[in-house]
């Protein structure tokens, strides 16, 4: 899926400009793995935006609103 695929070096081209490596972003979040820092930081999304999201696809907007704005973009 190209979404998938994109989030992935987008991601991945963010931590490295950004010089923010796995490790001390694991560090910074006291945990040991991703999967751990997804539920740290679900969990806080969930506490700021007073939600129960099940995952970070849920909470994340951007795939929500992708379509209109590909369709904004194609309208100007």
């Not at 560090?27 to 751990?36: F, G, I, L, S």
């Not at 806080?44 to 209109?68: F, G, T, V, W």
């Amino acid at each position: 899926m190209y979404w998938t695929s994109a989030r992935q070096m987008r991601n991945f081209i963010a931590h490295e400009l950004g010089g923010l490596a796995e490790k001390k972003l694991f560090e910074a979040w006291n945990v040991q793995t991703k999967d751990q820092w997804e539920i740290r930081l679900l969990n806080c999304l969930n506490l700021i935006a007073n939600q129960h999201y099940k995952s970070l696809a849920e909470a994340s907007l951007l795939p929500k609103i992708h379509d209109k704005i590909i369709r904004a973009i194609a309208n100007l």
